[in-house]
């Protein structure tokens, strides 16, 4: 017995064609995407770039590759701009952290400057020799102070200028005022200490000179 399938009736219409067609109107009323719109592979049309391309292809290839030419060209500018942009945004951050940081360091040395009087108080106290009991005691107190007081301005980036007998004589954080000689110059004394803020002098230490030979 011959298994025969009777083939659906030919109304005319091509099988492909029907696949391009667009759909009827969907149950909610709502016209349904043709096929070729969704195809990931399917390019955009040039009208859809706002394009209107001659019919000669030569014509058409020179079109699309003066378009290129321009859209790549104009795409640079834009990169151009921005890198320009970039770069003077972060000039803008640097500079305003170099302000900031010196609003800081100049905060800062008007207090330290303004504490220098107390601080050569009690280096002149220290150097005081006590007399009794109750003057060493006191003499202690003062030692723990004034350890303190430098401790914290120790960790506000201050320090004393380095004035020790026998350490070279440097103009830039050294002022002498007595002493001298030929050649090379070393501390011989210190008169008065001297403070630094991180790398900016806040006072010269006073000190007497001689050479060093």
């Known amino acids: 017995m011959n298994d025969t399938t009777t083939p659906p009736p030919d109304d005319g219409t091509d099988p492909l064609e ?3 067609q667009e759909p009827a109107d969907g149950p909610d009323g709502a016209s349904a995407v043709p096929l070729a719109a969704v195809d ?3 390019g ?3 009208r859809d770039l706002g394009l209107e ?3 000669d292809p030569e014509e058409a290839t020179a079109l699309l590759l003066r378009e290129l030419m321009e859209a790549r060209q104009e795409a640079s500018e834009y990169l151009e ?3 320009r942009i970039a770069a003077d945004f972060e000039n803008y951050r640097r500079r305003v952290e170099r302000d900031q940081t010196e609003n800081v360091l100049r905060a800062s ?3 330290v400057e303004e504490l220098l009087p107390t601080l050569d108080a009690f280096d002149a106290a220290l150097g005081y020799e006590p007399q009794s009991p109750g003057e060493e005691k006191l003499l202690a107190g003062m030692r723990g102070t004034h350890a303190q007081l430098l401790d914290t ?3 506000e980036g201050v320090t004393p200028v380095d004035a020790l007998p026998g350490v070279p004589f440097d103009p830039a954080v050294h002022e002498a005022v007595a002493g001298g000689g030929d050649g090379d110059l070393v501390v011989a004394s210190e008169l008065r200490r001297g403070y630094m803020l991180r790398d900016r002098v806040l006072r010269p230490a006073m000190v007497t000179v001689e050479n060093g030979d």
């Open 153 to 155: 301005l120790g960790r």
């Open 81 to 83: 701009t921005l890198q």
């Open 109 to 111: 040395q008007r207090i």
């Open 40 to 42: 990931p592979h399917h």
């Open 53 to 55: 391309l001659p019919d």
């Open 18 to 20: 029907e696949l391009f």
């Open 44 to 46: 955009p049309h040039p």
